[in-house]
T-cell receptor
Framework: SAVISQKPSRDICQRGTSLTIQCQVDSQVTMMFWYRQQPGQSLTLIAT?????????ESGFVIDKFPISRPNLTFSTLTVSNMSPEDSSIYLC????????????FGQGTRLTVV | LAKTTQPISMDSYEGQEVNITCSHNNIATNDYITWYQQFPSQGPRFIIQGYKTKVTNEVASLFIPADRKSSTLSLPRVSLSDTAVYYC????????????FGSGTRLSIRP
């Protein structure tokens, strides 16, 4: 299994600013993902964070707005750029274990409020 | 990725068995069925996964009929702590596959 730590757990930010969310996994993992979850809604996949290359974004999400880094097999960051109140949401990091199990593990999430 | 359909919400009482059914008519031959549980203010947590027939673990059972076009998550003797959102996912077994979440079933357990 993998334990995922996200920082910060929550933040309140001014519109027009950017926030970088960090995701640390306690073991090396092949795949890391970033999701967004609006209150009372399901999770929406933002992108797959690829180690050593550019992230793969889902429809509706672009690199300029959500730049992602993945410098190694245990760490990734998601930046929410030029924030607006519509970006207020919970952002979750996820990872899949490369050996044996195929279940995905999730961080506790980062609750972002943009004012 | 196969589309899934599950009830938006369900209510039950402590000590009851709860069955949540998920429809996935377009499931592909190589697809597995996986269920996740999400408590408020937490990330989703894996519950159970299966390909066909029945799978049981310490948390739940998963029943999959021969045609695999649906599946049923069974929670025995639920407690208040089982109140959560339950997601049915269908996709490849490979760890290289991304996971797409459907709408989920919001399960509320009452005393």
């Amino acid at each position: 299994s993998a334990v995922i730590s996200q920082k910060p757990s929550r933040d309140i930010c001014q519109r027009g600013t950017s926030l970088t969310i960090q995701c640390q996994v306690d073991s090396q993992v092949t795949m890391m993902f970033w999701y967004r979850q609006q209150p009372g809604q399901s999770l929406t996949l933002i992108a797959t964070a690829n180690q050593g290359s550019e992230a793969t974004y889902e429809s509706g999400f672009v690199i300029d707005k959500f730049p992602i880094s993945r410098p190694n097999l245990t760490f990734s960051t998601l930046t929410v750029s030029n924030m607006s109140p519509e970006d207020s949401s919970i952002y979750l990091c996820s990872a899949r274990d490369p050996v044996g199990d195929t279940e995905a593990f999730f961080g506790q999430g980062t609750r972002l409020t943009v004012v | 990725l196969a589309k899934t359909t599950q009830p938006i919400s369900m209510d039950s009482y402590e000590g009851q068995e709860v069955n949540i059914t998920c429809s996935h008519n377009n499931i592909a031959t190589n697809d597995y069925i996986t269920w996740y549980q999400q408590f408020p203010s937490q990330g989703p947590r894996f519950i159970i996964q299966g390909y066909k027939t029945k799978v049981t673990n310490e948390v739940a059972s998963l029943f999959i009929p021969a045609d695999r076009k649906s599946s049923t998550l069974s929670l025995p003797r639920v407690s208040l702590s089982d109140t959560a959102v339950y997601y049915c996912l269908v996709g490849l077994y490979s760890s290289a596959s991304k996971i797409i979440f459907g709408s989920g079933t919001r399960l509320s357990i009452r005393p």
